[in-house]
């Protein structure tokens, strides 16, 4: 069982319009009884998504305020991860009348065009702050915080490795946490760029979609998708590239005696069991 762990965005992926249907939670029910581990990751707060959402017993871990926040359902702990806001930033945007203005733990969020102003408090402050945009929200967090350095520290709690995780969004603010996954799924109403980036695009939309990629991972048939950007090339046949996984795959090769084939992964000491030039000696580790 090579996918042991799936991370998901909430709004966009699992849920529609702010709701996940319940095809969708058995899925996700489905999936936990198989041995495997669920990660929620959100831009949303925990106090606004458990108000909307009465199903995160289903998850091991809730990452949320978009990698601010990490909370464990099972033993009601949140954990977060830097600084709240400085009362200077929140006084500005609040006598500048933005609205919404929408304060977590951590993250300040508001919708576009208010950026300008947000943008224009943190330089005026000196603030080492960070603008993230997704489908006209804006939210602003401590610089280095996002989906994918949240997901890092659960897994790391979790203690489970990256290469054994497949991620799944829809929209900017999910680009970083799922190219961190071993393997990145775009539902089918992802954003185009997106998409274009995900090494998996879902035929379904929304929480259907999610609920077609579980059945693809219970059924092994996403262990047998070849990854690119985890792969090894090892030449062409015409204009194809040729690639094996750079791990878990078992490759022959063969030649005249004499010839001058070695084996890959020999130890470096051994100039008979030396790596071929270009390629690594070892795969990338895995849990």
Avoid: W
């Avoid at 954990?79 to 009348?97: G, N, Q």
């Avoid at 059945?215 to 046949?237: F, K, N, T, Y």
């Avoid at 690594?280 to 580790?285: A, D, E, K, L, T």
Wanted: proline share 6%.
């Amino acid at each position: 069982m090579k996918y042991v762990a799936l991370a998901t965005d909430y709004d966009g992926t699992l849920a529609h319009d702010g709701r996940v249907d319940q095809a969708t939670i058995a899925a996700l029910e489905r999936f936990r009884q198989s041995g495997r581990k669920l990660i929620l990751v959100t831009g949303r707060l925990l106090a606004d998504l458990a108000s909307i959402f009465s199903r995160l017993d289903l998850f091991d871990c809730v990452v949320a305020e978009n990698g601010a926040v990490v909370y464990h359902p099972a033993m009601r702990e949140k954990r977060t991860l830097v600084s709240p806001p400085e009362p200077a930033f929140l006084k500005r945007p609040i006598d500048h009348r933005v609205e919404p203005l929408v304060v977590g733990d951590v993250i300040v969020a508001t919708n576009t065009p208010n950026e300008t102003i947000v943008v224009e408090v943190i330089r005026d402050l000196g603030l080492e702050l960070q603008v993230i945009f997704n489908k006209g929200a804006v939210m602003v967090l401590p610089s280095g915080i996002n989906k994918k350095s949240g997901l890092c520290s659960a897994l790391e709690v979790m203690q489970i490795s990256e290469h054994n995780v497949v991620g799944v969004g829809d929209a900017e603010n999910d680009h970083a946490f799922l190219q961190y996954c071993e393997c990145s799924v775009a539902v089918a109403n992802a954003l185009p760029a997106f998409k274009e980036t995900a090494d998996v695009t879902t035929k379904a939309d929304h929480g259907a979609g999610v609920v077609e990629l579980i059945e693809l991972i219970l059924a092994g048939e996403l262990d047998r998708h070849l990854i690119p950007r985890c792969s090894i090339p090892i030449g062409r046949d015409g204009a194809n590239e040729i690639c094996v996984p750079a791990d878990g795959a078992s490759l022959l090769v063969t030649g005249a005696s004499g010839s001058g084939v070695h084996v890959c992964g020999g130890s470096s000491g051994d100039p008979d069991r030396a790596p071929l030039p270009g390629l690594p000696g070892r795969s990338r580790g895995r849990l």
